[in-house]
């Protein structure tokens, strides 16, 4: 019954999301999501999004449970990064991270990624007479708020970001890597630089066997209680489609994202 009326009772609200500054007059949307209790609640969550179906013209992300995490800050004990297993097609899953400031780290360090997450292409597309290169190799948990983990995801002193683990990368549109995701890495970011320990999570949306992903579920709680979203970010890039089940894209002029991107503090 609960899934039922999560399907039938979506809503759609205008409400903005706390640190999104860039686009007051086009909010994100909301979408009620059940709490986070165990891996069979968010394959439902998961499966629900999977559906959703991303039209030109919409906001770059939804709300889930009207901007809610349902992650249990109970559960933050020490750092550590729990990378969820690849699934049978080899695609990522969901991934946990357990931050604190001694979490952080610099993106200019990072080394050259050679992992090819499923659905890679990396083919330019000429846009407005530029040649451009729309797919990215993107981190679930930001390389920037990874550091001084293993690969394993245990923490350990010197290490640097988490680069090029399979657990950690897929296909990501540009613009979802570099502007919408941003939104959220940044309030993470701020929340880490305040001393405040985080619960951040993020699970690669798939639609059945497909190999890119349809978006990104992103929701994080901090332990006081002040850091606190959820949502789900679209993986589209304006002026191009792209066929999720290969991960090959296309040029369309006419395909459009409302960018809810306000600026990165951060530019490093």
């Keep these: 019954?609960?899934?039922?009326?999560?399907?039938?009772?979506?809503?759609?609200?205008?409400?903005?999301?706390?640190?999104?500054?860039?686009?007051?007059?086009?909010?994100?949307?909301?979408?009620?999501?059940?709490?986070?209790?165990?891996?069979?609640?968010?394959?439902?969550?998961?499966?629900?999004?999977?559906?959703?179906?991303?039209?030109?013209?919409?906001?770059?992300?939804?709300?889930?449970?009207?901007?809610?995490?349902?992650?249990?800050?109970?559960?933050?004990?020490?750092?550590?990064?729990?990378?969820?297993?690849?699934?049978?097609?080899?695609?990522?899953?969901?991934?946990?991270?357990?931050?604190?400031?001694?979490?952080?780290?610099?993106?200019?360090?990072?080394?050259?990624?050679t992992w090819q997450p499923t659905g890679w292409h990396n083919q330019p597309v000429m846009i407005d007479g530029q040649r451009v290169f729309p797919e990215s190799r993107g981190h679930l948990i930001a390389y920037a708020i990874s550091f001084n983990f293993n690969r394993d995801g245990v923490f350990q002193k010197g290490e640097l970001g988490s680069s090029n683990n399979p657990k950690n990368l897929a296909t990501q549109t540009v613009f979802s890597n570099q502007r919408t995701m941003q939104i959220f890495e940044d309030q993470v970011r701020q929340a880490l630089t305040q001393n405040k320990k985080v619960i951040y999570q993020v699970t690669t949306v798939f639609r059945g066997d497909e190999l890119m992903p349809r978006g990104y579920w992103v929701q994080a709680i901090s332990t006081d209680k002040k850091l606190n979203f959820n949502a789900y970010v679209w993986n589209v890039q304006p002026k191009m489609q792209f066929d999720y089940a290969t991960g090959r894209g296309h040029y369309d002029g006419s395909m459009a994202v409302v960018d809810q991107y306000a600026g990165n503090p951060y530019q490093n």
């Design 1 to 113: 019954m609960f899934i039922m009326y999560l399907l039938v009772g979506l809503s759609l609200t205008m409400l903005a999301l706390g640190g999104c500054q860039a686009t007051q007059s086009s909010q994100p949307t909301h979408e009620n999501a059940p709490t986070i209790a165990n891996k069979k609640q968010v394959k439902k969550t998961t499966a629900i999004l999977a559906e959703k179906t991303f039209k030109s013209g919409d906001n770059a992300y939804l709300e889930v449970n009207h901007n809610k995490s349902t992650l249990d800050v109970r559960q933050w004990q020490t750092e550590r990064i729990k990378y969820g297993a690849l699934d049978g097609l080899n695609r990522t899953t969901t991934n946990t991270a357990f931050l604190s400031k001694e979490t952080l780290g610099r993106s200019n360090t990072r080394h050259r990624q």
